[in-house]
C-alpha cells in the first residue's frame, strides 16, 4: 500500500503536488522539495560558496515556500516560484552578512585549522578543506557560468535537467557549459600555481635563517668545504679562511691593544702607573667586546624566545648596534676630550715629561698607525668578505690604508698634545669613511646573506632603518662633540 501510495506521488507533476501539499498532505509537499532541492541548493551554493550556508538558505527557501504556497497562482510553474524565492532568500543572507556573492567561503589557508564540517546525511559528505578547495576553484567564474556548471555536475550531468531548472535552451546549457569548462581550467591552473608559489620557502624562512646565523660562519667556510674536496693544496686556502675571516675582528681588536700599549708605554715613564694604563685599556676592551657578543646573542635569544617575526629581529638587532656604537661613540670623545684637555695646560707649565714629548720613532708609529686602522676597519671587511662583496672588500682595505698612510704622515714628529689633537680628526673621518661604506654595501650584504637580489633584499626587510639610524649617529656625534670639547681656560681655573 505504501508502495502504491509513493509510486504514484513520483509521477505526479508540480501542479498536482501544489495542489495535494494545499490540502495538507506533507507527503506530497516532501516530493516537492526531494524534487528541487538540488537545484535550489545549487543556486544558493553558486552565490555563497559554501555547503553548510547554502542549504541554511535553502531549508528556509522551501520553508517560506511552505507558508506561502496559497500565493502561488499558477501551480504549473512552481519551479520558477521556487527559484524566485531562493534567490529572494540568496540576496537577503548576502546582505545581511555584508558580504559579495564570491566571497562567502573560508580562505584555503584556513581549511585545514578549520573544525570539520558535521557529517550530512550524504555518504558522499566533503571535508571542510575539499570544500575551501572547491569554492577557490569556482569563485572567480561568472555567476552566469557558475550556475549551470554547479548544477550540470549536481545533476548527474543531464543538460536537459539543467535546462529545465535555469529555463534555458539546452543549445544555451552547452555553450555555457562549454565556457564555464574552460574558465574552471584556466582557474584550476592559476591556483596551482600560485599555490606553488606561495608555498616555496619565503621571508619567514629565510628571515629565521639569517637570525640564526652564528657568528664564525660564513660563505668562507662553505668555500673551504669544497676546496678540501678537490685537494690539499686547495684546502689550505680554504681552511684558513675559514678560520681568519670570522676571528678577524678579534685580530683587529688585539692590534687595537696592541696599538694603544705602545703609545703608553711611548708616553708615561712610571713603570707602575704604565702597568695600570695596560690593564685599564686590555679591561676596557673585554668589556666593550663582551657587551657586543653578550647584547647580539641576547638579541637573538628574545626573537626565538618571543617568536619575533624576521622584520621585527631585523629592527631588534640593528637598534642594538645603534644604542651600542652611540655608547661607544660617546665613550671615546669624552675620553679623548679629556685627554686632550689635560695634557694642553700640563705642557704649557712644563709639567709633562720628557719621554711624553719626544716624537715616536717611524717604525713605532707606524705600528701604532696600523694596529687603530686595524682595529676599525677588521669588522667591516669581514662582513663584506662573508658576503662574497669583493668590491666592497677592496674598496675597505683601500680606504684604511690610505687614511693609515695619511694618518701617519699627519701624527709623524708631532709631540705630546699635537699628537693627540690628531687622534680626534683622524677617528672622525675613519667612522665617516666606515658609515658611508657601511651604507653603500649594507643592502648587498643583506642579499647575499637571503640569496636574492639587491631589490628583493629591499622588499624582504626594511634597509631604510640604516641610514636613519646613521643621520643619528652622526647627529650624536655633534653633541657629544660640542659637550666634550677641552676648554684652555678651565683647567687653569681648577
Excluded at 668555500?223 to 684558513?240: D, E, I, N, R
Excluded at 683587529?252 to 705602545?262: D, K, P, R, S, T
Aim: net charge positive.
Amino acid at each position: 500500500m505504501i508502495s502504491t501510495q509513493a509510486t504514484d506521488t513520483m509521477t505526479r507533476n508540480d501542479a498536482e503536488l501544489v495542489i495535494a501539499s494545499l490540502q495538507g498532505s506533507r507527503e506530497a509537499f516532501r516530493q516537492i522539495v526531494e524534487r528541487y532541492q538540488t537545484l535550489v541548493c545549487s543556486l544558493a551554493y553558486s552565490a555563497t560558496g559554501s555547503v553548510s550556508q547554502s542549504e541554511d538558505v535553502a531549508q528556509e527557501t522551501f520553508l517560506a515556500a511552505w507558508t506561502q504556497l496559497r500565493s502561488l497562482r499558477e501551480p504549473g510553474k512552481l519551479r520558477a516560484w521556487l527559484c524566485g524565492i531562493a534567490r529572494n532568500r540568496i540576496h537577503r543572507f548576502l546582505c545581511e552578512h555584508w558580504r559579495e556573492p564570491v566571497s562567502g567561503a573560508a580562505p584555503l589557508e584556513d581549511a585545514q585549522a578549520a573544525p570539520a564540517l558535521e557529517a550530512l546525511p550524504s555518504d558522499d559528505a566533503i571535508s571542510r578543506e575539499e570544500e575551501a578547495i572547491l569554492w577557490r576553484s569556482l569563485e572567480r567564474i561568472p555567476e552566469l557560468y557558475r550556475e549551470p556548471l554547479v548544477l550540470f555536475y549536481r545533476q548527474h550531468q543531464s543538460i536537459k535537467d539543467v535546462a529545465a531548472g535555469l529555463e534555458l535552451t539546452e543549445d544555451a546549457v552547452k555553450q555555457r557549459l562549454s565556457r564555464g569548462r574552460k574558465l574552471l581550467q584556466e582557474e584550476v591552473q592559476a591556483f596551482v600555481e600560485s599555490t606553488l608559489r606561495r608555498s616555496a620557502p619565503g621571508q619567514a624562512f629565510s628571515g629565521a635563517v639569517f637570525a640564526a646565523l652564528p657568528l664564525a660562519v660564513g660563505p668562507a667556510a662553505a668555500a673551504s668545504v669544497g676546496a678540501g674536496a678537490k685537494g690539499t693544496a686547495a684546502a689550505k686556502p680554504g681552511f684558513l679562511a675559514a678560520w681568519l675571516v670570522p676571528l678577524a675582528p678579534f685580530l683587529g681588536i688585539a692590534a687595537g691593544v696592541a696599538a694603544q700599549c705602545l703609545i703608553i708605554r711611548h708616553t708615561t715613564s712610571d713603570r707602575k702607573l704604565r702597568f695600570r694604563q695596560m690593564v685599564l685599556v686590555i679591561v676596557v676592551w673585554v668589556v666593550m667586546i663582551g657587551l657586543a657578543v653578550g647584547g647580539e646573542a641576547a638579541t637573538r635569544a628574545l626573537g626565538h624566545r618571543f617568536e619575533w617575526s624576521s622584520r621585527t629581529r631585523f629592527l631588534s638587532m640593528a637598534g642594538f648596534w645603534w644604542v651600542y656604537l652611540l655608547a661607544i661613540q660617546a665613550w671615546t670623545m669624552v675620553s679623548l676630550g679629556r685627554l686632550v684637555g689635560n695634557r694642553q695646560p700640563g705642557e704649557a707649565a712644563g709639567e709633562v715629561p720628557r719621554a711624553s714629548v719626544a716624537p715616536m720613532k717611524p717604525g713605532t708609529l707606524a705600528l701604532v698607525v696600523a694596529g687603530a686602522h686595524l682595529a676599525l676597519f677588521s669588522w667591516l671587511a669581514r662582513l663584506a668578505w662573508c658576503a662574497g662583496d669583493w668590491l666592497g672588500t677592496s674598496a675597505i682595505a683601500g680606504t684604511m690604508v690610505g687614511l693609515g698612510v695619511m694618518a701617519f704622515l699627519r701624527i709623524r714628529g708631532r709631540t705630546g698634545a699635537a699628537a693627540l689633537q690628531a687622534i680626534p680628526l683622524q677617528l672622525g673621518l675613519c667612522g665617516l669613511a666606515m658609515l658611508l661604506i657601511f651604507n653603500l654595501r649594507f643592502d648587498v650584504w643583506v642579499a647575499a646573506a637571503y640569496g636574492v637580489s639587491v631589490p628583493e633584499a629591499h622588499r624582504l626587510q626594511p634597509i631604510w632603518i640604516v641610514p636613519l639610524l646613521s643621520l643619528g649617529l652622526l647627529l650624536w656625534a655633534g653633541i657629544v662633540a660640542a659637550l666634550a670639547r677641552p676648554r684652555p681656560g678651565g683647567a687653569q681655573a681648577r
